[in-house]
């Protein structure tokens, strides 16, 4: 079980998330959870690690050893992605190597299901794009050295260059990593949101929710992290500028973040009170909306993919 016991180090400045949050297995709401859940096994060497049913909805975690990476809840009924509403730009699968990138973005490029959109050199990190079955991204990718940012103005600064796909597998494929599918480590590094504007998003996951803005001079987005990462959640307008509250559908279903102990989700629950923001508080995870209707829960550390369904 869980240890919930306070921590007696209070968060260096109660202002911002701790510097080890992380985050974790994205909340996706799907129709057809059998093919769903087919794909991320075969395209990115998920397995499956716990599933839970509650009346007409399923859960289902998949990830790789230990480590949850999706859960997807069955939801019946509910119409398909908008991809002008506010919600889910892309959910970010870390890799540790170029090794493991790359035999996973094989895997994904081979499957028929998937919609292959883009690979790019961000300079802080190596991404392949693609879009699963009912519309929701994806981002495979590894990162560079800390020491290899680029850093301007008190900034991270990232780009978007073009990176050949083909040439990249060439390079970096091995038959080791093919073999080892989802032995291989893997993460959620970060998640990219569709937000209906800018300085609202930034009130709320900077000001509220505490990360620390790591980039605003990129047309259109914004990047925000703890403990100096260059993002564990980016908002931007590309697709969405003006959109008001999610309706109710399919796709993203909720954000997860992680932080070491009790006194940071005090210090989270006296931000959002600060602001208004409604919250609920179970103990070990406190839960809030964003301005445009998306759930984002931070908790204590789930070592299990079963105290994941509890969330």
Known sequence: MPDFTMSNTPPADETVINPAASMDAVTLRVGDLETISAYYSDAFALEP????????????????GITPMVRLIHTPGLPPVNPRQAGLFHTAFLFDDQESLAATVLRAAQNPLSRFVGSSDHGVSEAF???????????????????????????????????DPNAYLRTHITPESLAAGPGRAGRVGHVHLQVGDLTTAEDFYVG?????????????????????YHHHVAMNTWNSAGAGPRAAGLGLGNVAVTVPG?????????????????FADDGRAITASDPWGTRVTVSLP???AEELLTL
Request: charged content about 30%.
């Open 262 to 278: 009790r006194d940071d989700l005090d210090a989270l629950a006296a931000r959002l009170t600060a602001r208004k923001v409604q």
């Open 302 to 304: 789930v070592t299990t």
């Open 129 to 163: 794009y693609f879009t699963d079955p009912e519309g929701n991204g994806i981002e495979l990718y590894t990162d560079r050295p800390r020491e290899k940012w680029d850093r301007q103005r008190g900034q991270i600064m990232m780009t978007t260059v073009h990176l």
């Open 49 to 64: 690690l716990e599933e839970r049913s509650a009346g007409r909805e399923v859960s289902r975690v998949l990830g790789r």
């Open 208 to 228: 509220a929710i505490g990360f620390e803005t790591t980039l605003r001079e990129y047309t259109g987005a914004l990047f925000t992290s703890a403990g100096g």
